[in-house]
């Protein structure tokens, strides 16, 4: 069965970096586009990033765009997020997601999240 | 971006009640729309995709409708273990984006 696991939360200091990983298995990693999605205490979802299947395309949401950087390493079975230069407003549990894709008629990726992780803690606080 | 409304935030309902939960966009999204089960300090869980498509393994009571900028997820049995919070999700244009949650309580 599909099982992704994340690990390498934590409490970090603002202005600080943490590296997130995210162990994949039950799949073919290799096959698939990936995703991090963060929820903030109390909150909804909100998208982070995406990496393609070869690594090469990326996405960010612009609230992170310049300080985090999603890579994979398929060989591993694994997925990472970077995040530097944090912020309190970082605070969340941030899940790694599998993502669904296809291409509409007009050729524009599209994609939901059809497995999650159970997620790690990222605490920015001084 | 596209902005997800959901309505209501939170309802109370019963065992055995039929539950309807409403997202909304703030422009069409042509069926583009998945649904989302989320239960306390776990993942989420999909259990729909393309506004009305059940993800495999997810019980048939849950449903889902809608077109252009209006859609609905409906549950026409509630049971025990279906109290949780639901998010909708655009998938139409990046980023994909979420709805801020609807909170199904036990009455």
Known sequence: ?126 | DIQMTQSPSSLSASVGDRVTITCRASQGISNSLAWYQQKPGKAPKLLLYAASRLESGVPSRFSGSGSGTDYTLTISSLQPEDFATYYCQQYYSTPPTFGQGTKVEIK
Request: proline share 2%.
């Open chain 1, 1 to 126: 069965q599909v099982q992704l696991v994340e690990s390498g939360g934590g409490l970090v200091k603002p202005g600080g970096s943490l590296r997130l990983s995210c162990a994949a298995s039950g799949f073919t990693f290799s096959d698939y586009y990936m995703s991090w999605i963060r929820q903030a205490p109390g909150k909804g979802l909100e998208w982070v990033s995406y990496i393609s299947s070869s690594s090469s395309y990326t996405n960010y949401a612009d609230s992170v765009k310049g300080r985090f950087t999603i890579s994979r390493d398929n060989a591993k079975n694994s997925l990472y997020l970077q995040m530097n230069s944090l912020r309190a407003e970082d605070t969340a549990v941030y899940y790694c997601a599998r993502a669904r894709t296809y291409y509409d008629s007009s050729g524009y990726l599209m994609y939901y999240f059809d497995y999650w992780g159970q997620g790690t803690l990222v605490t920015v606080s001084s």
